[in-house]
């Protein structure tokens, strides 16, 4: 259709246009134009996502920082928080409840300490997981940047600090009489297969907080009720041996006592490979490439809709 007007009297006619008669999303083919905030498809989001890898790094290392800014020990609590814990279980379970069957105090110390540091890894990994969305709204809506960005640097804020832990744990196995072996360097392969695990159980958690933020309340009861079950205080075969066999394989084959044992094993001695389950460096990596997988791509369903209320 074409338009008509006046110039002096003479009437001018405007020749019809291609795009008359286009509806909107036939304009944005033709033109190639995106609808904003459209979910990418998976392999451009993946390399959005390393293009960001600097911002990842700085950001964990930022909320690192920020996280005891407030105490006058600083990152000390950082060692210390963990280090308390294992203490309060050891009188717990390691001398009231005698949970150490089976181990010399030697053995069943850094067991135990091991046992949380690890734990505590994926536990912090979780919950902050749950509230990397929900938890940073002003960044998300005011920013464009890959959502994944969040929950996964918040799984290396917790790598980090695991990092300053392990010195702890390091110096109490050797003041249990474990000293530095070439089994020590499996720790390194180990945690790289537990931060993967964490960072797609964070994606999958960051997700579903992100619509349900009374989770982060629900939360700790579920890790604690995980915490119970993955043998941290006692070892799973000792303490079930008059139970039936299937309970302490579906106990000792559950991921944290997965990544607990191996960096057990690595570490500790007095702790060796009959206390694994089978195949246990297979269903490690079996874990992490499962739940990482799953976790990245369910989160990247919903990129779209994150932060629209």
Do not use: C
Request: no cysteine.
């Amino acid at each position: 259709m074409s338009d008509t007007t006046h110039d002096g009297g003479l009437a001018l006619s405007t020749p019809p246009s291609a795009d008359d008669g286009l509806s909107a999303s036939q304009l944005a083919a033709k033109y190639g134009l995106d609808v904003s905030g459209a979910r990418p498809g998976l392999f451009a989001y993946i390399r959005q996502l390393w293009g960001r890898r600097h911002f990842i790094l700085a950001f964990s290392r930022a909320k690192l920082t920020a996280q005891y800014s407030q105490a006058k020990l600083g990152q000390v609590w950082q060692v210390v928080t963990p280090l308390l814990n294992a203490m309060v279980y050891f009188l717990i379970f390691g001398l009231i409840l005698n949970t150490k069957r089976g181990m010399t105090q030697d053995v069943f110390i850094p067991f135990l300490v091991t046992g949380v540091f690890v734990f505590t890894f994926t536990q912090s990994s979780v919950m902050a997981g749950v509230k990397s969305i929900s938890g940073n709204l002003g960044l998300v809506r005011a920013l464009h940047f890959p959502r994944a960005s969040l929950p996964i640097s918040f799984s290396l804020q917790q790598l980090q600090q695991l990092l300053f832990s392990m010195i702890v744990l390091l110096a109490v196995a050797m003041g249990f009489g474990s000293y530095p072996a070439l089994s020590w360097l499996l720790v390194i392969p180990a945690l790289a297969m537990q931060f993967v695990f964490n960072s797609g159980l964070a994606l999958i958690m960051a997700r579903m907080g992100s619509k349900t933020p009374d989770l982060a309340q629900l939360m700790p009861f579920i890790m604690r009720t995980w915490m119970y079950a993955s043998g941290v205080m006692f070892s799973i075969p000792v303490m079930l041996a008059d139970k039936p066999q299937w309970i302490a394989n579906v106990l000792q084959y559950n991921p944290v006592a997965i990544y607990m044992d191996l960096i057990r094993f690595a570490l500790i001695d007095g702790y060796g490979s009959e206390n694994l389950p089978s195949h246990v460096w297979a269903v490690a990596l079996a874990w992490a490439l499962v739940v990482g997988a799953v976790g990245f791509v369910y989160f990247w369903k919903a990129e779209e809709r994150y932060g629209r209320g």
